[in-house]
Every structure is written in C-alpha cells, then in structure tokens.
C-alpha cells in the first residue's frame, strides 16, 4: 500500500523557536495533503489541506501566520511551527491522497512535538 | 452540536465477546464514512469503509443508517489485539474530512 513518512519522528525544542516537519509520499504522487494535531484523549484536528503548487487552505482558528505550511512538490509537504510554546506541545500527523484513492488518506506515523 | 459524536467509552469487553460501536453525524449531505483504528501514539489507520448496502470484513461489520445519520461498527470475537480506539470519519460533500472523538476498547483475557 501507499507510504507516508514523517521527519521528525519526535523533537523537543525551546520555547520560541521554530521546528519544521516534513511529509513526504514515498511511492504515490500526493496532489493533496493534510495536517492534523491530536492532544491526547483528543481525536484529529484538521489544521489545514494543502494543494500541490497553491497556498494551504487553514481551519478555522488556525493561525495561518504561525503554522507555515508549503507543498512545493508532489511528494513533500512541511508544517513549520514559528516561535513554537509549550501549548503547541502535541503530536502532528500528515495524511496523503492521491487520484487514485480518492476517498482514502494515507496517514504517516506522526511527529510528537514537546516546547518546553 | 459536535459535527461526528461517539461514545469515548472505554468499552471493556472479554475476549470473544462482539461489540458495537455507533457514531452519528450531523451533516445529511455527507456521502463517504469510514472506520480507522488508531492504536495508542500512533498514527491512524483505515479499518474500512462504510457503504449503504453495509459491508464485512472477517469479524467486521459496518453499517450506515442515513435515515437517522448514524453509522455503526460491529466486532465479532474480540480478539486481544483488537484493544484500540475506534475512529468514524465523515468526508462531507465538499469533501472536508471529519474525524469523530474515538471509542476505545479493551479486550481483556
């Protein structure tokens, strides 16, 4: 089946620098990706959808300034989190789709972010 | 209103019982529903996919109900590594996927 990878797997930074997170299709074209946040006990929150080649369409109460999203290529999508706080503390997921799966997002294994 | 509700439980069922899980939606357009399981810490993965005839899957049901906007996850016997949290996702008609809170499950011996 399709392969979604995650770099990093686990990072733990300062409070107020910034940490990018990479997401990358391993053997699929992904035209669109999405990243999710889950605090814990909690389920997935779609943060944004982003296109191949266009700006990322954010959730609501998703500050577009502070989690910098770019999908420059078919197989690479980054999530960076600007002057990152300890409430950004949570565990990120990107998903993948492709034309060919239309209805099913791949997800890859995550990034568990700690600000301290 | 809470777009995709499920009961967080913990269901706590023993081994070889069947259990079912339910979980509503409010949107009446949306088409697609799916069921994930996501095991703790890590990443979530597709259980299957609902349609209106229902489907199976070895010990797994999975029925809609758009009369009454709900959709269902039945296990037959419940194996031990079966324990994890359910998750229903709704992808609406202007196809913006929903995750729901997730059930868990413990199987105990």
């Known amino acids: 089946g399709a392969v979604v990878s995650q770099h990093p797997s686990w990072v733990i930074c300062k409070s107020g620098t910034s940490v990018k997170i990479e997401c990358r299709s391993l053997?699929?074209?992904?035209?669109?990706m999405f990243w999710y946040r889950q605090f814990p006990k909690q389920s997935l929150m779609l943060m944004a959808t982003s296109n191949e080649g266009s700006k990322a369409t954010y959730e609501q109460g998703v500050e577009k300034d502070k989690f910098l999203i770019n999908h420059a290529s078919l197989t690479l999508s980054t999530l960076t989190v600007t002057s990152a706080h300890p409430e950004d503390s949570s565990f990120y997921i990107c998903?993948?789709?492709?034309?060919?799966?239309?209805?099913?997002?791949?997800f890859g294994p995550g990034t568990r972010l700690t600000v301290l | 209103r809470k777009e995709v509700e499920q009961d967080p439980g913990p269901f706590n069922v023993p081994e070889g019982a069947t259990v079912a899980f339910n979980c509503t939606y409010s949107?009446?357009?949306?088409?697609?529903f799916f069921w994930y399981r996501q095991d703790c810490r890590k990443e979530p993965k597709l259980l299957m996919s609902?349609?209106?005839s229902g489907n199976e899957d070895g010990r797994f049901t999975a029925q809609l109900n758009r009369a009454s906007q709900y959709i269902s996850l039945l296990i037959r016997d419940s194996k031990l590594s079966d324990s994890a949290t359910y998750l229903c996702v709704e992808k609406t008609s202007y196809d913006k996927v929903i995750f729901g809170p997730g059930t868990s499950l413990s199987v105990i011996p």
């Open positions: 053997d699929f074209q992904a035209t669109t």
């Open positions: 949107n009446s357009a949306s088409q697609s």
């Open positions: 998903s993948a789709r492709d034309h060919a799966s239309y209805n099913e997002q791949f």
């Open positions: 609902v349609y209106s």
